[in-house]
């Protein structure tokens, strides 16, 4: 059983930046693949990025390519979404989730945070 803590959310101007953290603890981290959605109000949860156990290998939502970064590090048992450019779109509770199985699909994901919010004004 892994327990995931996110934080570093906020509110921040269009064009600025943020960095996401996720504590995991009670499981072995560098096992799982690691992945960040993102739900806004009304909406369903959205793949934003996902990184392997070992972090070689990512994978990135159009909307976030180029402008957000996901990375680990695994001797803190610790994930981390880099997100510059910022625009009144990314505004969302934003989640990282655990899996064994490297995704972008919501449904292959086994344990979840319970989000921070990111706010971004125009």
């Known amino acids: 059983q892994v327990q995931l803590v996110e934080s570093g959310g906020g509110l921040v101007q269009a064009g600025g930046s943020l960095r996401l953290s996720c504590a995991a603890s009670?499981?072995?981290?560098?096992?799982?693949?690691m992945g960040w959605f993102r739900q806004a109000p009304g909406k369903e949860r959205q793949f934003v990025a996902a990184?392997?156990?070992?972090?070689?290998?990512?994978n990135y939502a159009d909307s976030v390519k180029g402008r957000f970064t996901i990375s680990r590090d695994n001797a803190k048992n610790t994930l981390y979404l880099q997100m510059n450019s910022l625009k009144p779109e990314d505004t969302a509770v934003y989640y990282c989730?655990?899996?064994?199985?490297?995704?972008?699909?919501?449904?292959?994901?086994?344990?979840w945070g319970q989000g921070t919010q990111v706010t971004v004004s125009s």
């Open positions: 990184v392997t156990a070992i972090g070689r290998v990512t």
């Open positions: 009670g499981g072995t981290f560098s096992s799982y693949a």
């Open positions: 989730a655990a899996t064994q199985r490297f995704s972008a699909s919501y449904y292959d994901y086994n344990y």
